[in-house]
Nanobody, 121 residues
């Protein structure tokens, strides 16, 4: 079993910055992908950014150039630096991890509890 714990949400003015962090705890063999999703009221959950354990991160078009995802494979953490925030970035942000808990087993997906990001003047 893996637990994802997020931190760093809050209220910020348009143009401001926030940094979200997530730490994965529990016994795992590997975490091939960690990422961030968000869900605004009345909308479906959407991908924000993903960071594979090897390779380049990927971003939603709406956040490219403003958000930066980074991860520490040794510590099983992933962070999302959000700059130039806009009112439309307001949402609950969820940490996501695709894990392999034992070698030669199917991967499992875990979600954090979510952290609220509000962008308002």
């Amino acid at each position: 079993q893996v637990e994802l714990v997020e931190s760093g949400g809050g209220l910020v003015h348009p143009g401001g910055s926030l940094r979200l962090s997530c730490v994965a705890s529990g016994k795992v063999a590997s975490i091939p992908v960690m990422g961030w999703y968000r869900q605004a009221p009345g909308k479906q959950r959407e991908l924000v950014a993903t960071a594979p354990s090897r390779g380049s991160p990927a971003y939603a078009d709406s956040v490219k150039g403003r958000f930066t995802i980074s991860r520490d494979n040794a510590e099983n953490t992933v962070s999302l630096q959000m700059n130039s925030l806009k009112p439309e970035d307001k949402a609950v942000y969820y940490c996501n991890a695709l894990t392999i808990e034992e070698p030669m087993t199917y991967p499992k997906t875990y979600w954090g509890q979510g952290t609220q990001v509000t962008v308002s003047s």
